[in-house]
């Protein structure tokens, strides 16, 4: 099994899938791609950053290889999506952007505020997972907005961590799920209950519990380790429903940020860590087998090379950072080939 490149998009990053549509991003400008017609179409500059003010920083931030400057996503339609940039999270509409509310711990020295598993738009509901360096782990929280009301509150973390790396939706019981790290102490799986925000701790305690991004079927939560193989022995861990019971699938040699699930496999995208090469590892549902369906090589001198991954309707998409094969950044447009 592997994946057949269809289409590069060379310099894009990948923000969101719907249907057909892609929501991708060049330096700080959105754009959307049909993938029927092939219609790269600019939606807008994304402003109000104060990064805009610094002349060429889209190849700045190519040549440092620092290329996630923003995240944005799609909601209930095509024509209207939620941006965060520089701690503010913005309504995008008709090309203006508004101003719903501001993160507390983001920028320069402390970092980017959310990773792209920390935003949820769950019906007119935003959550977004604090997520920056918090050397001195201090209070970490959940914000919560009610795009109807505009009521925000903040849900503190109840244990000591130091960020939050994903915040998801399971559609199987529609509970929400909160994942935490790094120590081993502080990586936490758990759930929230959305009226009386109460958590339930599902496991912590080791580096097998420390995720960035969970898939979920019928009978098992699937998620790959964001931990140091060589010293927590971790990798594609999968979780039964029924009781909690761990299963580690298979061992890696680097961190797991991003998963999917496409049809009847599960996409992992392992990092460039730990590892010279990143890749795209499937697992089989049907079969029960685990594989490689793509290895890239990062570049050297960069930040560690990262896959995102999306799916559309019938299509895989890639967006693979600071590798030899793509460069600083490109999308590509995939299928599977059995």
């Known amino acids: 099994m592997a994946l057949k490149i269809e289409r590069v998009l060379k310099d894009f990053l990948l923000q969101d899938t719907k249907e057909n549509i892609l929501l991708l991003s060049r330096g700080l400008a959105l754009y959307t791609y049909d993938l029927i017609t092939n ?23 190519k040549t440092l290889g620092i290329l996630e400057l923003f995240e944005a996503r799609f909601l209930s339609d ?60 201090q209070t970490i929280h959940i914000y919560r907005y009610n795009m109807k009301s505009h009521e925000l509150l903040k849900i503190k973390i109840p244990w000591n961590t130091r960020h939050i790396h994903f ?26 209950e959305p009226a009386t925000f109460k958590f339930d701790v599902i496991g912590k305690g080791s580096q097998v519990w420390r995720a960035v991004s969970l898939v979920f079927t019928d009978n098992y939560i699937y998620w790959g380790t964001d931990g140091f193989i060589k010293k927590n022995n971790c990798g594609i861990v999968r979780m039964k429903r029924s009781e909690k019971a761990l299963e580690i699938l298979s061992l890696i040699d680097s961190t797991v940020f991003y998963s999917v699930k496409f049809k009847n496999n599960i996409l992992f995208g392992k990092s460039g860590e730990f590892s010279e090469h990143l890749s795209i590892i499937f697992y089989d549902l ?26 559309s309707t019938d299509k895989v998409i890639l967006s693979p950072i600071n590798t030899k094969e793509f460069g600083a950044i490109s999308t590509l447009i995939c299928s599977i080939k059995e």
């Open 167 to 192: 915040i998801q939706k399971d559609p199987f019981t529609n509970k929400i799920f909160v994942g935490t790290g790094d120590t081993d102490n502080e990586s936490v799986i758990a759930t929230i």
């Open 39 to 61: 219609q790269l179409v600019r939606l807008t500059k994304v402003s109000h950053t104060g990064l805009e003010r610094f002349p060429g920083i889209y190849k700045i931030s």
């Open 78 to 137: 095509k024509n209207h999506f939620i941006v965060i940039i520089n701690g503010g999270v913005y309504l995008l509409e008709n090309g203006r952007f508004k101003l719903l509310f501001t993160l507390d711990n983001h920028g320069f020295l402390k970092g980017r505020g959310v990773l792209p598993n920390g935003l949820l738009i769950d019906s007119e509901i935003i959550y977004i997972g604090e997520y920056w360096r918090n050397k001195h782990r």
């Open 286 to 311: 049907s079969r029960s087998i685990v594989g490689k369906m793509m290895v890239l090589t990062k570049q050297k001198k960069r930040p560690h090379g990262i896959i995102r991954i999306g799916i």
